[in-house]
């Protein structure tokens, strides 16, 4: 045991001292509804991010971090104060996060540091009194604004930039030309997609609009090292939540809840690892809060992940929680993801009008009028077989039920009413899809009007 500690000890010295030096600088990039599998550090060949991939190279990229939730303004609220969607006081899409909350830009403020959001907002008005400046987007990229707010901070102060891109949020067509730069005709399309003329093209646009956050990503890059800088910059890259192809976006599965994370820091951070710990959107803040020397905040589920980033061998954490909650339906799921299994519970006990998941569905999969799904994905990485009436699952299955009740009582909550076997209606922007493949014209303007 004492050389055990000994090793932990000698592990985080330079850590500490680091803290102790000096503070760094802070860049977090925050893509909108990317993938994690839509990033070329995570094994695609077609998508065209040079500048993120540089990144990882340089850092360590997490394979296994996971979001507290797959829906836009949620997601976000929860990176930035370490708390679970409920628990945020916005759990659900467009809820404004009350400025009573205790969050990581406010903690640095006050510590000294200049903070700014710059691109996409989506956490409404009382939420901006914790930076120094909010400034929201003009354009369509949402990334115009990130070089000129990096020049006129004040210099005399270690600074935190929140740059959250409008890339890749669908619509792609009044973005883009015509002619697309990615070929619609060798994107790589989810077996949930049909693939067809629209498709192929709403992904290539998908793939543009990636590839355009990767530019904006790499021109403040080379500002920062022009500014001699980035050596002092912790870097970031991450997104919100899942795309939206696939039947990804919104649910609770890998390709909903996974994201691209990255770091960057080479004083402290180890080049070309690929950390395969699980990782939860929580622990953001308190590794942000460890490394510039101050405490975590108490009653808060994340943990610092400094440990893991200096050595990728380290454990961090044995699963990880998220939660669906409305995003124009009244959904109500809850999941526990450990490194092999995945326990989902939807306490509505109702399934979405989806042809992607009504395979899912399982009125056997019934339990006290809830309907659970349980994974292994070791054998099923896809999740498609529910094992959860599998005897040989039943003591996992338990103790995935007693964590999420566990966490649940910690936090009150209150199901919509259920809703047994019934349809919900599909999320909007599946019916905008499905629609706008039928209604598609050349006439964009009628197109965007109808769509």
Known sequence: ?????????????????WAADTQPNIVVFLLDDVGQRDVGAFGNSVVRTPNIDQLAREGTRFTNAFLTTSSCS?????????????????????DPLPASVTSLPQLLRKAGYYTASVGKW?????FKTHFDRVVEPHEESGAADWLPELARRPKNKPFFFWLASKDAHAPYEAWHPPLLHHNP???????????????????????????????????VIAALREESVLEN???????????????????????????????????????????????????????LLALVGLPAVPNTPGVSLLPTLHNSAVPVRDYIYAE??????????RAVRTKNMLYKHNYQGARLCDPYWDAVWDPDALHGGVHEEFYDLTADPQAEKNLRLHEQYQVPLAAARNIMNSIMAQTPQ?????????????PWFERVRFACSEQRTNNQAHYLAGC
């Open 1 to 17: 045991m004492k050389r055990c500690l000994l090793w932990l000890v000698c592990a985080l010295l330079p850590l500490c001292a």
């Open 74 to 94: 949620p997601s976000r609220a929860s990176l930035l104060t370490g708390l679970y969607p409920t628990a945020t006081g916005a759990p659900k899409l467009h």
């Open 122 to 126: 989506h956490l409404g008005e009382p």
């Open 185 to 219: 005709q060798t994107v790589p399309l989810s077996k949930r997609d049909d693939d067809n003329a629209f498709m192929r093209e709403e992904m290539a646009g998908y793939y543009d609009e990636i590839a355009r956050a990767d530019r904006h990503i790499g021109l």
């Open 233 to 287: 910059t912790l870097v970031i890259v991450l997104s919100d939540n899942g795309s939206q192809f696939g039947g990804a976006k919104t649910t609770l599965y890998d390709d909903g809840i996974k994201t691209p994370l990255m770091m960057r820091f080479p004083r402290l951070i180890p080049a070309h690892i690929a950390n395969q710990q699980l990782v939860s959107a929580v622990d953001l803040m308190p590794t």
């Open 324 to 333: 669906r909650n409305q995003h124009g339906a009244p959904l109500f799921e």
């Open 414 to 426: 209150t199901p919509p009413p259920l809703i047994l076997e019934a349809c919900l209606p599909r």
